[in-house]
Every structure is written in C-alpha cells, then in structure tokens.
C-alpha cells in the first residue's frame, strides 16, 4: 500500500502558506483510496529554534495545530493523526540514524546555515533536524511526503539516508518523493519579497480576524510595473495577483488580468475581490475551529487514536531495524 507522511511544527499560528503548500495536499491525499496517510505535529522538532519554543505554550500549541488542521478538512477516521512525541520510536530511529549520517551532509544544509547565523548559541538539535525528520517518514516507510519547497533539501537527505541504510543493512526502506502543490509550492509574504513565514512576521494567519487580514491586503505593495495610477500594471509582477490565483477562480483571474493591463481597474478592486474570495476559504474553516474549540475532547480523542495506530508501525519498524542494525534482542525471562 502507498504511504503518505507529513509534518508540521506547532511554533503557533499556522498561515496560508502552510495551508497552500502543504494542508490542501494532506486533505487530498487523505482522501485518496489505496493510500494509507500519517500526519503528525512535530513536536519534538519545535525546541530546535530557540526563539520560537516556549515550554508553557508547547502543549497547547500542539493541541491548536491538530485542531486547525482538522478544521482545515483532515478526517481523523480517513487519516493517522498524532502528536510526535507520543511515539517514541521516532526519537529512537534519530539516533541510529544520527550514527550513521555523516557531519557534512547536515552543516550544509540551507535552513541550518540560516537559522543558526541568527543564533548566539546553536542547539546540536537544530543541527540533527533533517535527521530527525528523515526518521519521521522512514519509520512508517512513506513514500509521498506532502510538502512546500522550503523542504525539499530535507527531503534529499532523508532520501540519502534510505539509501545508505539499504546498501548497508539490506532493503528496508523506500526513498520518499515530495509531493509539491505546484499552484502554490512558495507562497510569498504579504510583503511579496520573502517566502511567507512566522519568523519574518509576512504572514495571514488562518485564523487570523478578518479586519486584520483586509488591513495586511490593503497595504499589499503594488506592482513596480505601476508607478502612477495611469500606468498599465503588470499582473505577472503583482502579489495580490499571485494570491488572487491561490483562492479565486481561473476565469475570474483572466479577466481581472486583461482588465487591470488596461487599466480598466485599480489595484483597490482587485484587494478587495482578493479579500472576498479568501473569505469564502477561510470562514468555512474557522467556523470549524470554534467548533472543535467548543468540544476539545474530539481532537484529544483523535490524537491519542492516532498515536495508537501509528505506534503499531512504527513499533514493528523499529524491531526490523534493531535486528538489522545488530542490537541485542530484548531478553524475556521464561516463566516455566
Ligand atoms: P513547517 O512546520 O515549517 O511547515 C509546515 C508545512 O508548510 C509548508 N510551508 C509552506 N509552503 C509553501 N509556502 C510557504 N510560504 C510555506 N511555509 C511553510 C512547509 O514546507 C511544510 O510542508 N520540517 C518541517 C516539518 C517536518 C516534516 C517532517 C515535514 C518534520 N518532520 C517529515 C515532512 C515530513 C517543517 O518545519 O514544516
């Protein structure tokens, strides 16, 4: 049976970047029949960026990220949902394959370069991540990982990794694709410069209140193409136009597209058609946020199921990978 695996952090509001790059493919995969799906709030790899983890807010963001992914569609009897920390074995597989990756493969990895040269003190965690996410996906033997394209360095590491544990130890795992939504594999910041991102600060959050959102749309930066109001704008060059292409439908864009060239509307109409189509993506969603919010208990429910079933694999994974690996076998005294 295909696998499918993903993670998210809980570092706190999730964004429409998270949402567009990765949820939107973890509900349709999740549907898909003849694939088994695993997604998991990784929270083991949330204290790895220092300026991110607070150990009062860990739990409930955890328990927020689950909510909000099941609000944004996922089905907890279609798909495994789970805390990472309620299995174990993921940390365990880490370190095995922590022995055997070499120095080099993770101090040249782009997102530590850049996070660690934001840090006076860089925890070994942060650099030890990808290793940590390889033995996520490795561990259930997925081999479609859902994902934006800020992950796909990791995604080749974990790849290597198979590879070099099935050379050594014999066939175990299969080399994990990523699996990008190619409308939105990077979506941008409000600020249209940088990828969309908590720790730049250019984010919509998914449940963030809608005044809020229309103030973050209506300062959207204009395209260069449109220096004075007569200038023909250039919709290739603008981000309200790129977001417009997230949540509105093709032949809307088209003909706004043809419409704004010529200068037939302003960048003002477009916001606030962009604000419109957003909504009717967004409301649906928070509206099933406030409701699990009012009954907690069914995303606890859902998350210690999860951990149940994906326990089960990742356990027999681990004792495949423990006799391979050469370790002694646990002793049980015999009774008789
Ligand atoms: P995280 O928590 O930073 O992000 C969760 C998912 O959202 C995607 N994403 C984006 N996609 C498009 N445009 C954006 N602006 C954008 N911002 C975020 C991310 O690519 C990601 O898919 N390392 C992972 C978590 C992880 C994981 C795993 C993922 C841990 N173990 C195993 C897959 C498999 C991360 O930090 O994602």
Same mark, same amino acid.
């Given at each position: 049976?295909?696998?499918?695996? +993903? /993670?998210?952090?809980?570092?706190?509001?999730?964004?429409?970047?998270?949402?567009?790059?990765?949820?939107?493919?973890?509900?349709?995969?999740?549907?898909?029949? @003849?694939?088994?799906?695993?997604?998991?709030?990784?929270?083991?790899?949330?204290?790895?960026?220092?300026?991110?983890?607070? %150990?009062?807010?860990?739990?409930?963001?955890?328990l927020e990220?689950?909510l909000v992914?099941m609000a944004? /569609?996922?089905?907890? #009897?279609?798909?495994?949902?789970?805390?990472?920390?309620?299995?174990?074995?993921?940390?365990?597989?880490?370190?095995?394959?922590?022995?055997?990756?070499?120095?080099?493969?993770?101090?040249?990895?782009?997102?530590?370069?850049?996070?660690?040269?934001?840090?006076? +003190?860089?925890?070994?965690?942060?650099?030890?991540?990808?290793?940590?996410?390889?033995?996520? &996906?490795?561990?259930?033997?997925?081999?479609?990982?859902?994902? @934006?394209?800020?992950?796909?360095?990791?995604?080749?590491?974990?790849?290597?990794?198979?590879?070099?544990?099935?050379?050594?130890? /014999?066939?175990?795992?299969?080399?994990?694709?990523?699996?990008?939504?190619?409308?939105?594999?990077?979506?941008?910041?409000?600020? @249209?410069?940088?990828?969309?991102? %908590?720790?730049?600060?250019?984010?919509?959050?998914?449940l963030?209140? !809608?005044?809020? &959102?229309?103030? %973050?749309?209506?300062?959207?930066? #204009?395209?260069?193409?449109?220096?004075?109001?007569?200038?023909?704008?250039?919709?290739?060059? +603008?981000?309200?136009?790129?977001?417009?292409?997230?949540?509105?439908?093709?032949?809307?864009?088209?003909?706004?597209?043809?419409?704004?060239?010529?200068?037939?509307?302003?960048?003002?109409?477009?916001?606030?058609?962009?604000?419109?189509?957003?909504?009717?993506?967004?409301?649906?969603?928070r509206q099933r946020a406030d409701a699990l919010r009012a009954n907690p208990e069914r995303v606890?429910?859902?998350? !210690?199921?999860?951990?149940?079933?994906?326990?089960? &694999?990742? %356990?027999?994974?681990?004792?495949?990978?423990?006799?391979?690996?050469?370790?002694?076998?646990?002793?049980?005294? +015999?009774?008789?």
């Open positions: 049976m295909k696998r499918v695996f +993903s /993670g998210i952090q809980p570092t706190g509001d999730l964004h429409i970047g998270n949402y567009l790059g990765a949820m939107v493919n973890y509900v349709a995969l999740g549907n898909q029949l @003849g694939r088994e799906a695993i997604y998991c709030i990784v929270d083991y790899h949330a204290p790895t960026n220092p300026a991110a983890y607070d %150990k009062q807010l860990l739990a409930q963001r955890t990220a689950a992914n944004a /569609g996922l089905d907890p #009897d279609k798909v495994i949902l789970f805390a990472q920390s309620h299995v174990p074995e993921h940390t365990e597989l880490a370190w095995i394959f922590t022995t055997q990756t070499p120095y080099g493969d993770l101090t040249r990895m782009t997102q530590f370069k850049d996070k660690a040269s934001k840090l006076e +003190s860089v925890p070994a965690g942060l650099l030890m991540y990808p290793v940590l996410m390889a033995a996520d &996906i490795l561990i259930y033997k997925a081999d479609t990982v859902p994902v @934006g394209d800020d992950q796909t360095q990791h995604l080749e590491i974990a790849r290597e990794i198979a590879r070099r544990w099935n050379l050594e130890y /014999g066939e175990t795992f299969p080399e994990p694709q990523t699996y990008l939504n190619q409308d939105a594999p990077r979506v941008p910041g409000v600020d @249209g410069k940088a990828k969309m991102s %908590k720790s730049v600060g250019n984010t919509i959050g998914l963030e209140d !809608e005044a809020s &959102i229309w103030a %973050k749309i209506r300062t959207m930066p #204009d395209d260069p193409a449109r220096i004075r109001l007569s200038d023909p704008g250039d919709p290739g060059r +603008s981000v309200v136009f790129k977001f417009l292409s997230y949540f509105a439908a093709p032949e809307l864009v088209a003909v706004l597209r043809q419409e704004y060239a010529r200068r037939g509307v302003g960048t003002l109409v477009v916001k606030e058609l962009l604000m419109q189509e957003m909504m009717k993506k967004l409301r649906p969603i606890l429910d859902a998350l !210690e199921d999860g951990a149940r079933r994906a326990r089960a &694999i990742a %356990k027999a994974t681990m004792e495949e990978v423990r006799e391979k690996f050469g370790l002694l076998p646990r002793h049980t005294k +015999s009774k008789a």
